[in-house]
């Protein structure tokens, strides 16, 4: 079911979580508990997160257990753990990529690993998804490292446009959406500043894991059926419900599968 190499071919729902999101003697997450239940591993590579000690145990803590590995690349802003936008020239992303993904790739080659996707992180995920402009210079930047490595996304009401885009620079595409998040009706993540943006009840997100990987319609925010194209689901484990939750989301899917 994984390939220590990262050579996955994207068959079914795959779980990713965020990880490796500690800093010297600060801790951030619970990676060895939900590492056994995840597919794909979205490290961070320093600049929102993570420090090379840290990325090294993630990395190994990946391949102990068979989980594709991710760079998780961030605007330089340690301090807002890189939910703040900045005011980056295309040649500074595409410099901060490559910085970023290097990085988390010498730490993979010595320990035997590759990086095996991209997943931006933070405010540079959601500013490359509502600037056209930004989106194609993280293609570009991508497709410049090389391998064919996909790009994680999140997936909205129309993927169209976004898989035209990378049809057109050669970046395979992985669509994500998110098993407690609440949606707006273009499929867009509902504010977390707005009431009821995350869901919080362990039952719900299962649930909400459940309609995802089946194609099932979810209620946006206004009420409104919305459906979703997947190829990836992204869980959170920084809490022990949120262990027991993606522990849960594992179980479903599996029992999907049989």
């Excluded at 597919?39 to 990946?62: E, F, K, Q, S, W």
């Excluded at 295309?90 to 990529?97: K, V, Y």
């Excluded at 993904?101 to 991209?118: F, N």
Aim: include cysteine; charged fraction near 20%.
């Amino acid at each position: 079911m994984h390939d220590n190499n990262g050579g996955r071919v994207v068959e079914r729902l795959l779980l990713n979580c965020d990880m490796g999101e500690s800093f010297g003697s600060w801790r951030m997450g619970l990676d060895a508990e939900v590492m056994p239940y995840i597919d794909c591993a979205n490290i961070a590579c320093g600049y929102h997160a993570g420090d090379p000690g840290i990325m090294r145990r993630t990395v190994a803590l990946a391949l102990e257990h068979g989980v594709a590995i991710g760079a998780h690349p961030a605007y330089p802003d340690l301090v807002g753990f890189g939910r703040r936008s900045m005011a980056c020239s295309p040649e500074e992303i595409r410099d901060l990529l490559h910085y970023q993904i290097g990085a988390l790739e010498g730490i993979c080659k010595v320990l035997g690993g590759r990086v095996a996707y991209i997943k931006p992180h933070g405010a540079l995920y959601n500013d490359m998804m509502a600037d056209p402009l930004k989106l194609r210079t993280v293609l570009e930047a991508v497709a410049a490292y090389g391998r064919d490595l996909p790009l994680m996304l999140m997936a909205t009401a129309d993927n169209r446009t976004a898989q035209a885009l990378g049809d057109e620079i050669g970046v395979p595409l992985w669509f994500e959406a998110f098993a407690d998040r609440a949606y707006t009706a273009s499929g867009h993540l509902v504010s977390r500043r707005l009431p009821g943006a995350v869901h919080h009840d362990p039952a719900r997100v299962v649930e909400q894991a459940e309609r995802l990987a089946r194609g099932d319609t979810l209620v946006a925010n206004d009420g409104s059926a919305l459906k979703l194209a997947a190829s990836t689901l992204c869980v959170h484990g920084d809490n022990d419900s949120s262990v027991a939750a993606v522990r849960q989301i594992r179980q479903a899917l599996d029992a999907m599968e049989r």
